[in-house]
């Protein structure tokens, strides 16, 4: 008797990807890899890995990416500035690549023909695995049973669950859709359809209100080296557990809350409302170091690749040769922002109040107001004038 085919399936334990794995194995006679990526979602995965088995899995993965997926994504994010749309710091963008890449590495090493994920036919998500996929194994077979099955419903998938003896728990469903990370919560769907509609307060997981925040500010201080954070208040961490430690204080004073209605790649308009607390800081510090030790053309040139970094992270392409050319620009730019930030926070706000760096570039004699030696201010008459010749130049023509 021939071994049956594999199929590797990005699994979560809930209703979808529970219908799928059964909706694999029954459609494509195959066995079915349950692969679960941890990476900061707080979800019982033991009770995942549990239902996996029980639904019909032949082999169940559960992987611990918290750290790689800090280091190796968000920190990266993090010093290039991305942030997409002047507002989203791509807390869902940067997951993907990393749970697809270690999909394909599951399904290298255990000989599997495809790989199959639970996105649906009209966000974003589908697009970043599958080019994450294509990029890394371009012979694997992809299924995305959103575009193949007729199921048109969530009330189809239930009785499927049911028709199959899926151990499925119905509750009654939340008004929207909500995604967890280490970085991030976003919430988008149901009752947030309506970009006139408040988020309810209930709603979020991370951040308290800026309202119920305390009236007390607190301080934190924030270490980089070339771009990336290693320390706070003066502790060095692992990548997850500082990310970790900064979204329990940024949470609890409030921050990182943002409603955005974004344009999907797909070509729609969505809302979607977001909590990345210790993201926020996090961005707020490395603009702040980069602000005494980046050289301003050095900077200038940088922040013009912003936009298109961010594009190509929410648009699902880590894994491509511009985003390699990008990342190698960004990670040089960085070789000297190293150094500590100090900021207040106070509900809701982010506020800069120091910043040091043995690199920096930022000199108090030249800066200052009193009288110096360094700088001769009758040397600015010239620079003046040459920087005005074309204007005047221009008027000059007019009037005649």
């Not at 032949?58 to 790689?68: T, W």
């Not at 997981?205 to 771009?227: L, R, W």
């Not at 979607?272 to 210790?278: D, K």
């Not at 490395?286 to 200038?300: C, F, Q, Y």
Request: hydrophobic share 40%.
């Amino acid at each position: 008797m021939s071994e049956k085919k594999k199929i590797v399936l990005a699994y979560s334990g809930g209703l979808d990807t529970s219908v799928i794995l059964k909706w694999l194995v029954n459609e494509y006679d195959s066995d079915v890899i349950a692969y679960v990526a941890d990476i900061g979602q707080k979800e019982d995965l033991q009770e995942a890995e549990r239902k996996a088995w029980e639904t019909g899995a032949c082999a169940v993965f559960i992987e611990d990416l918290r750290d790689e997926f800090v280091r190796d994504y968000v920190f990266p994010a993090i010093s290039a500035n991305a942030v997409y749309e002047g507002s989203y710091l791509l807390g869902t963008s940067v997951a993907r690549p990393l749970i697809a890449k270690r999909q394909i590495e599951i399904a290298k090493r255990e000989g599997a023909f495809a790989v199959s994920h639970g996105a649906t036919g009209k966000g974003n998500d589908q697009v970043r695995f599958e080019l994450t996929f294509y990029a890394l194994h371009p012979e694997v077979k992809i299924i995305a049973p959103w575009r193949e099955w007729d199921f048109k419903s969530r009330t189809d998938l239930i009785n499927y669950a049911k028709e199959n003896g899926i151990d499925v728990t119905v509750t009654e469903k939340k008004p929207y859709s909500c995604d967890r990370n280490l970085l991030h919560t976003s919430y988008e769907g149901g009752i947030l359809e309506d970009p006139w509609v408040e988020p309810p307060e209930d709603m979020f997981e991370m951040t308290v209100s800026p309202e119920a925040a305390p009236d007390k500010p607190v301080y934190v201080e924030i270490g980089f080296e070339s771009g990336i954070p290693v320390s706070v208040d003066g502790k060095e961490l692992s990548p997850s557990s500082l990310l970790a430690d900064l979204n329990e204080v940024a949470g609890a004073n409030g921050i990182g809350r943002v409603d955005v209605v974004e344009n999907r790649f797909v070509g729609m308009k969505s809302r979607g409302v977001y909590e990345t607390p210790g993201g926020t800081i996090l961005h707020v510090a490395h603009r702040a170091l980069e602000s005494i030790t980046m050289d301003r053309e050095v900077m200038r040139l940088r922040d013009s690749l912003i936009p298109k970094i961010s594009e190509l992270i929410y648009y699902g392409f880590w894994f491509s040769p511009e985003m390699e050319m990008l990342t190698a620009a960004v990670r040089q730019s960085q070789k000297d922002v190293s150094g500590t930030v100090r900021l207040k926070l106070y509900k809701g706000n982010v506020i800069v109040c120091g910043r040091k760096s043995p690199n920096s570039l930022y000199s108090e004699n030249l800066a200052t107001f009193e009288e110096d030696s360094v700088y001769d201010q009758s040397d600015a008459t010239g620079f003046i004038r040459l920087n005005s010749l074309r204007l005047s130049v221009k008027k000059l023509l007019e009037g005649k």
